[in-house]
């Protein structure tokens, strides 16, 4: 009997540690989420779109003689992440450059629930918000995950689309296990990803952030000031969070459900990635990608990493720039009689 009370005081002190220490986080992560937004508010006009409103960052002539880019960011990131990489630069060099903050992220609307984690549901949204701006057909450059958003847009939505610049891309089908650890399934669990997201994942993704927003630029370093110029801890906000991990593991059998259509693809296409990429795989992905689209063009970037909008900056816009004086060429062909 004195056994069963002892255990039955340890259980009990151990539900109420436990619960303090939900609390405080989720107390943390109240007072975090708070001072993020109020540190990296909104840069951009906000666009209407189905189902609520996507955030964007602009710069660049308007108009502009050499064409808009549009783009677009992969995980745990936002519209800053191309935007201070390349876009500025694209921007000097006389491009409109729109960046959009993904649905569900920045400050972005999610526009919907689960669903919403697919390109091609992401596809949509970026088409709606270009046509209500007026813009398009545009360079769309997507940058890892949106790898597969771009293609996405280029297959449902073409007449938004002139062409299409793949950097570092995750577009090609991959298996789903062993891609994320196994606790990221359980942690999308309603009530666990509720609990969590609103307690513990921001304190300590707060922690982490430094570490794995330098982990991402190897075999190079990050520049100067990265984390704050990416608005990086915009990701760390509850929903963001969710946001997010719902894309990563969704992005497997979206992949293997429009890989097939690449075929169809009809924008010039130029595929940029570094072969020393740690995070997406050159050979597994850049390679066969630029094999299954009609007349892709494959630039290689010796002993470059996964953040090639940053460690490769001029030679990406150069590439954009050769890419639009095609398309600005190809425009401007007089036609045979």
């Excluded at 006389?94 to 959009?100: I, N, P």
């Excluded at 110029?229 to 969070?241: C, G, I, K, Q, W």
């Excluded at 969710?242 to 979206?254: R, S, V």
């Amino acid at each position: 009997m004195l056994v069963l009370k002892g255990l039955a005081t340890l259980f009990g002190a151990c539900i109420g540690l436990i619960a303090l220490v939900l609390i405080v986080g989720a107390v943390v992560t109240l007072i975090v989420t708070l001072r993020i937004g109020a540190r990296f508010p909104p840069e951009g006009p906000f666009v209407a779109v189905d189902g609520g409103h996507l955030a964007t960052i602009m710069d660049g002539p308007t108009p502009s003689l050499r064409g808009t880019v549009v783009l677009l960011h992969g995980a745990s990131a936002n519209a800053s992440d191309p935007m201070e990489g390349v876009g500025r630069l694209l921007a000097r060099q006389g491009f409109r450059v729109v960046a959009f903050d993904r649905p569900g992220f920045g400050w972005s609307d999610r526009l919907g629930g689960r669903e919403m984690a697919t390109p091609a549901a992401q596809g949509t949204a970026i088409a709606q918000a270009l046509k209500a701006l007026g813009l398009g057909p545009a360079i769309v450059l997507g940058h890892s995950w949106s790898g597969a958003l771009a293609t996405a847009i280029a297959l449902d939505h073409p007449d938004r689309v002139s062409g299409l610049m793949l950097v570092a891309p995750v577009a090609m089908p991959y298996p789903a296990e062993g891609t994320l650890p196994w606790y990221y399934s359980l942690a999308l669990k309603p009530p666990v990803a509720w609990l969590l997201s609103r307690t513990l994942a921001t304190p300590l993704g707060l922690y982490y952030l430094p570490r794995v927003g330098g982990a991402v630029f190897k075999p190079q370093d990050p520049p100067a000031g990265y984390i704050d110029r990416s608005r990086a801890a915009l990701v760390l906000r509850p929903d963001t969070m969710l946001a997010n991990l719902y894309d990563l593991i969704g992005l497997p059998a979206a992949i293997a459900a429009q890989a097939p259509r690449y075929g169809s693809i009809t924008a010039p296409t130029v595929v940029v990635a570094g072969d020393a990429d740690a995070a997406v795989p050159f050979e597994r992905q850049a390679v066969p990608l630029a094999a299954a689209i009609p007349g892709a063009t494959l630039v290689t970037l010796p002993g470059i990493g996964h953040m090639v909008q940053y460690v490769a900056a001029d030679a990406l816009a150069a590439e954009v720039g050769r890419l639009a004086d095609r398309i600005n060429a190809d425009r401007h062909e007089p036609v045979a009689p």
